[in-house]
C-alpha cells in the first residue's frame, strides 16, 4: 500500500506557522515511507475564503521548501461538491443518516439546555428531503469507537455520547466533517497528520468512513502550538504568519528547523541540525503530544545562528530583498540610486555576526546610503555631552589631517583625542558616532568610517558640530 498523506489548509488568512510545522511533518512522513503528499485546498467556506489566501499558501510552503510541483495538486474542496453530495445522498438512502427540521431553539426547550447536543427527535420520522431540512449522521447507541493514532495511542469515544451531527445543512450543502472525509476517500488518503484541534472531530468522522464502507486512515494528531502563556497561538494575540516571519528575515532553514522541533528533537543533544538529518531521523511516533511551546525568542536566536554560518556571499544575496524592498518587503529609507553594492559588501562581514533577523541589516547600513544619516534623537540626547562639541571639533582636524584614511587610524586618532580629555575609547566614540550614524550602537565605528569615506565623515561630523553651538 502507497502511503498518501495530504495537508488540508483552508485558505481564510494568513499561513499559520501551526499550519506549516503540520505541512512539513506530513511532508516527511510520505518522503520516509516512499509515499505521496497531497496538498488540497478545503475552500468551501465561501465567506471567508480568499484568492490571495490560496497563492499565500502555496508560495509560504514554497519558501519553506515543499514546493509547486513536487507534490500532488493542489486539488480544491470546492470542487469535489458532486462527490460530497452524493455521499451525503448515500447515507440517506442506507438509513444511515436521517433528516430533521428541528430548530435551535426547540431542540433547547425540548432538552431544557443549550449544551446537551441534538436529542434525536427526528431520528425515527422518516422525513423526506426539503427546504431547510439538515440531514443528520444517525450515530450508533452503543459501543465505542477507537482511534487509531500514531501519536496519542488508541482514544477512545463512546458512542452514545456522540450526538446525530450535521452531515449536510438545510440549503443541501455538506458540512466540513463529510466534506473532508469524502476528499479524503477520493484521493486515497492513507494516513491524516493533522493538528489536535481537530482530534474531537475524528470519532465523528471516522463513523463516517465506517458508514461510507472505506476502512479510515490512520490518524495522527500533533500538539497544539501555544505561546509562552501556554495559550494557543492566535492570530489575533500572536505573531503567527509565516509570511510575517519570512519578511522579517528569518532563513527558510531556521524556520523548518525550528518548526520540527515542536514537539520532536533530534538525536543526541542537538538542535540546529541540517534538514537531512530531520528527514532521517524524525519519527511521528517520537513527537510528544503536550502542547509545544513556540518560543519566538528561541527562533530569533536560532536564526542568528543561521544567519551566522552563511558563507558571506550568500549572506550578501540573502539581504538583497532589504536593500531593495522587492516584493511584500518594505522598501529601505534609501533611493535605490544612492544604493552601493561595493560599499555594502565592504561591511557585510561586520553586520553579519551582529544580526538575528535580515531586517535589521537595514539601521546597520542606511548610514553608508543616505545623504544624512536619520538620527535617533534619544541617542542623540545621549551621546552629546559637555565637551562633545570640542571634541568633534578635535576629531574634524586629526581625521582632516589624517595620511591614511583606514580604521586602524582613525582608531588610534580618536582614542588620542580622547585620552587628552580624560575620555576611555567607548566614550569619545559615542558623539563621533552619533554624528555620523544616527545612532549609538551599530557597527564598527572605524571600519564603518573607513567604508564611508573622508568627505562624508568630515561633512557629518561638521553638520553635527554645528547643532551644538
Ligand atoms: N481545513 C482544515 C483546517 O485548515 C484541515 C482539516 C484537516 O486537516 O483534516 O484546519
Redesign the pocket.
Known sequence: MTVRVRF???PTGMFHVGGARSALQNWIYAKQQGGVFVLRI?DTDAARNKPEWTEGILSALDWIGIERGSYEGPYFQSQYAGEHRAAAQRLFESGRAYYCDCTREAVQARTGSQYSGYDGFCRDRGLEPGEGRALRFRTPDEGTTVVVDLIRGEPTFENKLIEDFVIARGDGSPVFLLA?VVDDMTMGITH?I??EE?LPNTPKQQLLWDALGVKPPVWAHVPVVVNEKRQKLSKRRDKVALEAYRDEGYLAAAMRNYLMLLGWAPSGDREIVPWSVIEEEFRLAEVNPSPAFFDEKKLRAFNGEYIRALPIEEFVDACQPWLTGTGTIAPPPWQPEEFDADAFAAVAPLAQTRIAVLSEIVPNVDFLFLASPLVDEAAWAKAMKEGSAELLDAAVAAFGALESWDAESLKATLEAIGAERGLKLGKAQAPVRVAVTGRTVGLPLFESLEVLGRERTLTRLRAARTRLV
Open positions: 488540508a489548509p483552508s478545503e473532508n491524516v493533522r493538528a481537530h
